[in-house]
């Protein structure tokens, strides 16, 4: 990744850890407080810059958009593996346990690998 795709992933993945840590961790509120406007212009935040990213990925190759993927999915399973370890529970259901989770990131990985594979074929040809 080059560095102002690294400046973009870091913009926003800091917002949606401390939604994800406000959402395993409710008691944070009592240490860290942010105001429920602050929480929800956060989350607005993560969807426009989800929205720019899709713009920015189109601008790139299809193999600097796969390592996007990639780096975004496992991260935020690593998130969630963390956090449950640390004790937390999310108070919206994002749990290793929960089966809808797993089916999203099976059909994540499904649409990377063929991605991937479209990327390879693209480059063998090019």
Partial sequence: MKGKELYVMIFILIPLTLLMAYDFFPSL??????????????????VLLGFFTIHFQEEKSAQSSFWWNVSLVSYLLSLIVIFTLLGGNSQVGI???????????ALTVFEMR??????????VYA
Avoid: Q, R, T
């Fill in 95 to 105: 749990s290793l346990s929960n089966p809808v989770l797993w089916i999203v990131v």
């Fill in 114 to 123: 063929k991605e991937y594979k479209k990327a390879k074929a693209h480059e």
């Fill in 29 to 46: 509120n009592d240490f860290l407080f942010f105001p429920k406007p602050m929480l929800i212009g956060l989350l607005l935040l993560v």
